[in-house]
């Protein structure tokens, strides 16, 4: 998870971000859809790749989806957030 942070850290954009840092990310959701999640933490790294997918790396990426947002979005951040303090209990 701590991966995925970094590569999405808070100035990554696709407007800012050079070929090789999109390859990256790409490399990397691609291996996390390949693995499957063995654990709570395991799980919380899928969603959140999900998630990431999901907001086309915009500003809700870290933030959650704001007021008003589609039920999908709001289950899967939901999912996410639980899987993380589920994971966080060990």
Do not use: Y
């Not at 997918?53 to 999908?72: M, N, V």
Request: net charge negative; with cysteine.
């Amino acid at each position: 998870m701590a991966l995925l942070r970094d590569t999405h850290g808070p100035s990554w954009g696709l407007h800012t971000a050079t070929n090789e840092q999109i390859h990256q990310v790409c490399t990397l959701e691609d291996r996390i859809a390949e693995v499957s999640a063995r654990t709570n933490a395991g799980l919380a790294v899928r969603l959140f790749a999900l998630w990431s997918i999901e907001c086309e790396r915009d500003e809700t990426l870290f933030a959650g989806p704001p007021e008003g947002t589609s039920i999908t979005r709001r289950l899967a951040w939901g999912a996410l957030k639980d899987a993380e303090r589920l994971a966080a209990r060990g």
